[in-house]
């Protein structure tokens, strides 16, 4: 059964980012807290990333709207929704 779902167009890519490495920079960026350029992001990066798997985990990121990239760096501004895990745990199991 062929797949009829395409999250994002891989005609024009050669090489994806795995998910470790997209997770690796969202924590990087989480736990910055700040501010940061391309450079100093990959810098702070524990592992090395090559330039384009970079760019397209950004491009990702802010299509998800986890970041906003803008003239002087890239910050993180995803907060995760704190109530609606306490509404979870309290609601009823159907």
Known sequence: MPQTIQIMERKNLKHSPTLNTVLMVEETLKKSGKLLTLAELKRKLPKQVMHQTLIQILDYLQMSGKILIGKKGILWIFTER?????LIKRGTEI
């Open 82 to 86: 704190k109530e609606l895990n306490e």
